[in-house]
């Protein structure tokens, strides 16, 4: 049982129609020589609005919340319009991307791995089952960031659970669809 009064304004838990894509969810990965990291794409449906409000108040939670950090050595603190913010349309940014279409965007990841479980909660533990193009839900942190000039609010990913399978993402067709053929009829004979 949760107790509601202990919310934290910067956690979320996204809808079950959230899709997961780039899901660097086994084995971190580096980018450009960084720290190697865990890491997913959450495909938050437009439709989707509890999660997007969610979102948008825990950005806003964020900002304040690191408004020293956001100031740094500066006079004050940015507007939250001026800064790097993680809630992304995928309209706008990744137009030719059908996966993304009437959807916001946001990517999380973490230096730990999340804990993966299905939709009844147990662990997965066949990495098979966990995809870019599945639908599920993510626990994720929403925290303030000033580093070498760059200021805004990042996504720090938790948890997730797997929902559902989805079409997997990526172009990459699966074995059993590649050789599934009628030139397998004549094989044998």
């Known amino acids: 049982m949760s107790n509601k009064s202990n919310v934290n304004p910067l956690k979320v ?14 084995e971190p990965k580096s980018i450009a020589g960084s720290t190697p990291k865990y890491s997913v794409s959450l495909i938050i449906p437009k439709s989707d609005t509890a999660t997007v409000a969610k979102i948008k108040a825990a950005i806003e939670a ?3 919340e690191g408004e020293v950090k956001l100031k ?7 507007p939250l319009s001026t800064i790097k913010t993680p809630l992304r349309d995928g309209d706008v940014e990744r137009p030719d991307d059908p996966a993304y279409a009437n959807a916001y965007f946001i990517n999380a990841n973490s230096a730990t791995a999340p804990g993966i479980v299905d939709a009844d909660r147990n662990p997965i533990l066949n990495r098979s089952e966990v995809y870019s193009g599945v639908y599920g839900r993510a626990s994720v942190n929403f925290y303030a960031f000033n580093s070498n000039g760059n200021r805004g609010i990042a996504v720090s990913l938790n948890n997730l659970q797997k929902i559902r399978d989805g079409e997997p993402l990526g172009g990459k067709s699966s074995a ?6 009628e030139d397998d009829v004549d094989f044998l004979a």
């Open 62 to 64: 964020a900002y304040h």
């Open 72 to 78: 740094g050595n500066g006079k004050s603190v940015p």
């Open 13 to 26: 838990i996204t809808g079950p129609n959230t899709r997961w894509s780039y899901a660097n969810c086994w």
């Open 176 to 181: 059993e669809d590649d050789f599934d053929t």
